[in-house]
């Protein structure tokens, strides 16, 4: 069964240091998302990406963030200057329409 | 914008009994609502969905409800098995727009 992958599962980084958290959508999708979960709270909605535009952010989805397609087949976030508060599990999503299908996610710890 | 409440948290149940998890929505525009699955080290997998116009979806030991006049929906889990422990998440979004507003989750634990 298809699935969307996501490296690293676990990425620790110094604050203040850029990161860039990788994801493969299924391959037919159209439509690629970002999540995150802080721990013990919600998955938040981050932002969504269809022809190689984003269609969709949300209030989090500040400066710091960007998103990029490079290659036809990764999908990848980028956080600028990391932040302690970034700490969280990121998830990417893909769908063909609506049911987004997530990946297991990497968990950022920023220190 | 929208926001999704899920109750319990936590909830243990006998294998065998069932599980009934429920979530309250706020934006009325709101017409999908989709119930996730997540196990230890895994991602959120869908489980089942409901739009608005139908009152439930069953599949298999898995239904779905929804009362769109009070703006609530539940995942109901019959027969529970040692398996079925995980968390649940319920989202709910306008369909076309696929931004989906999630809940809190919630930790379902099988006792065998």
């Known amino acids: 069964e298809p699935e969307v992958t996501q490296t690293p599962s676990h990425q620790v980084t110094q604050m203040g240091q850029e990161v860039i958290l990788r994801c493969v959508p299924i391959?037919?999708?159209?439509?690629f998302y970002w999540y995150r979960q802080i721990l013990g709270q919600k998955v938040e909605f981050l932002v969504s990406?269809?022809?190689?535009?984003?269609?969709?952010k949300s209030e989090i989805f500040d400066d710091q963030f960007s998103v990029e397609r490079p290659d036809g087949s990764n999908f990848t976030l980028k956080i600028r200057s990391t932040k302690l508060e970034d700490s969280a599990m990121y998830f990417c999503?893909?769908?063909?329409?609506?049911?987004?299908?997530f990946g297991s996610g990497t968990r950022l710890t920023v220190v | 914008g929208e926001n999704v409440e899920q109750h319990p948290s936590t909830l243990s149940v006998q294998e065998g009994d069932s599980a009934v998890i429920k979530c309250t929505y706020s934006?009325?525009?709101?017409?999908?609502f989709p119930w996730y699955k997540q196990e230890l080290g895994k991602g959120p997998q869908l489980i089942i969905d409901?739009?608005?116009?139908?009152g439930e979806k069953k599949d298999q030991r898995i239904a779905v409800t929804l009362n769109k006049t009070a703006k609530h929906f539940s995942l109901h889990i019959t027969e529970t098995q040692p398996e079925d422990s995980a968390v649940y998440f319920c989202?709910?979004?306008?369909?076309?727009?696929?931004?989906?507003?999630f809940g809190k989750g919630n930790q379902v634990v099988v006792i065998p």
């Open positions: 409901i739009r608005s116009n139908v």
């Open positions: 999503a893909s769908s063909e329409r609506l049911h987004p299908l």
């Open positions: 989202a709910a979004s306008r369909e076309g727009n696929n931004r989906l507003a």
């Open positions: 934006d009325s525009a709101s017409n999908y």
């Open positions: 990406f269809y022809n190689n535009e984003i269609s969709e």
């Open positions: 391959s037919n999708h159209l439509y």
